[in-house]
């Protein structure tokens, strides 16, 4: 599968937050693993323009932080087909965004593959 920032943002800015109260660790998609850091940090950008986004990326992280799923240094990047997306904060290479504020989000022209080849797009 193939994601694009717009579809991670997209999906971030129309979801519920009850969408993800029943969430596993297997739900959970570090997106650093396919992603490199220019492409996270444009990522996290573009989510501090979508105003929207960022609020629900920012409950969500402070959610799955208080819950054990991802640590301290990760932050919410996206949600797309019922998995949330994070990335770490050493992986924005152009933003000071930290896990507490949940800040995160890239240009709508990077995609990645997610089929665990570990090769972006």
């Known amino acids: ?7 991670l943002l997209h999906g971030l800015s129309d979801m519920k937050i009850s969408d993800v109260s029943n969430l596993n660790g297997g739900a959970v998609v570090n997106i650093g693993k396919s992603w490199n850091k220019v492409q996270v940090g444009a990522l ?6 979508h105003p929207q986004a960022q609020k629900n990326a920012q409950v969500m992280t402070q959610m799955l932080q208080q819950r054990g799923l991802i640590s301290r240094d990760q932050y919410v990047v ?8 994070v990335a770490d904060a050493a992986s924005s290479s152009n933003s000071s965004t930290s896990s507490a504020s949940g800040s995160a989000i890239a240009n709508g ?5 997610t089929s665990g080849s ?3 797009r």
């Open 78 to 85: 996206g949600f797309v087909g019922g998995k949330v997306y």
């Open 109 to 113: 022209s990077a995609s990645a593959n």
């Open 44 to 49: 996290t950008q573009d989510l501090r323009a």
């Open 1 to 7: 599968m193939f994601l694009s920032a717009g579809s």
């Open 118 to 120: 570990g090769s972006p």
